[in-house]
């Protein structure tokens, strides 16, 4: 039998964060082998996970993963059980690497590092969703995650020209975007891109407002659009007043970079990722 020492133990627990005597059992199981050893404490891991299963994951954190210059990104909401998982490192390191796997491989399988993560981390874990941009063409995804880590922004704007890409203008713009999208939270770009869904529901919201009440048919008709484009005036991208200088509207502000570089940018996509929020 080979001899488990204190230091093969100590190496096993920091590859995987179990504990020492299920490290050193796990190693008297394999022989010494670290590998099947490992692979002893995953499966042990799965035991925990399944238990575990039945409890809610509320908290968490959004990571990302940026990947090749800028041409590939991926997003990623982790939940756990409790705030203080999320803030541990442990829980964070997992988290981005999900992320990175993702973005290398979106039909990756993820669930013998979610069992595994369960193992060393000891609550319900759980990949609630995770999404992947890849720029066709001219143009860079770029991300931004809030402080704390409980919002996420993934965008991807396009360029026609190759050497708009490199020009720190254009990294700017694309930077300034996912922060309005991680402040001002819109729903589309555009009017045109606004699900049909949301916008009956507005529509039905206004014409059932106190404003329309007793008054003639032409003027709650006039009434509900007015309060529609206030709807799009707020929640399209393009129609809100920029982060930076809220009297600009951010499709006035793309305009202009579009002028200076004498290219044609447009946001092609986005998506933000909130900690929690139904989906």
């Not at 096993?12 to 020492?20: F, I, K």
């Not at 060393?120 to 992947?132: F, K, M, Y």
């Not at 001219?138 to 020009?167: D, F, P």
């Not at 499709?251 to 202009?256: K, S, T």
Request: charged share 25%; hydrophobic share 45%; proline share 3%.
């Amino acid at each position: 039998m080979a001899d488990i020492t204190p230091a093969l133990v100590g190496k096993l627990r920091e590859m995987t964060n179990a504990g020492l005597m299920d490290c050193k059992n796990a190693l008297v199981a394999s022989a010494g082998d670290l590998d099947q050893a490992v692979d002893i404490l995953r499966k042990k891991g799965a035991a925990s996970a399944a238990k575990k299963a039945d409890r809610e994951a509320k908290e968490g954190l959004i990571a990302q993963a940026v990947l090749q210059g800028g041409k590939i990104g991926a997003i990623v909401e982790i939940n756990c059980e409790t705030d203080f998982v999320a803030r541990n490192d442990s829980f964070k390191a997992f988290a981005s690497e999900i992320a990175t796997r993702v973005a290398t491989n979106p039909s990756a399988d993820l669930e013998a590092d979610r069992v595994a993560a369960v193992a060393r981390i000891g609550e319900n874990i759980q990949i609630r969703r995770h999404a992947r941009l890849e720029v066709p063409g001219n143009g860079l995804v770029a991300a931004y995650i809030h402080t704390g880590g409980k919002v996420g922004v993934l965008v991807e704007v396009a360029a026609e020209k190759a050497e708009t890409v490199q020009h720190e203008d254009f990294k700017q713009l694309v930077r300034d975007i996912t922060l309005q999208i991680a402040a001002a939270s819109p729903v589309a770009i555009g009017r045109d891109s606004v699900p049909a869904s949301v916008i009956e529901k507005e529509k039905e919201i206004a014409a059932q407002s106190d404003a329309i009440k007793g008054k003639p048919p032409q003027a709650v008709a006039k009434i509900i659009e007015g309060k529609l484009s206030k709807f799009f005036e707020t929640s399209c991208l393009l129609e809100q007043g920029f982060v930076k200088n809220p009297d600009l509207k951010v499709e006035v502000h793309l305009a202009a970079v579009s002028k200076a570089l004498g290219d044609q940018l447009v946001v092609r996509k986005f998506l933000r990722f909130q900690v929690g929020e139904a989906v």
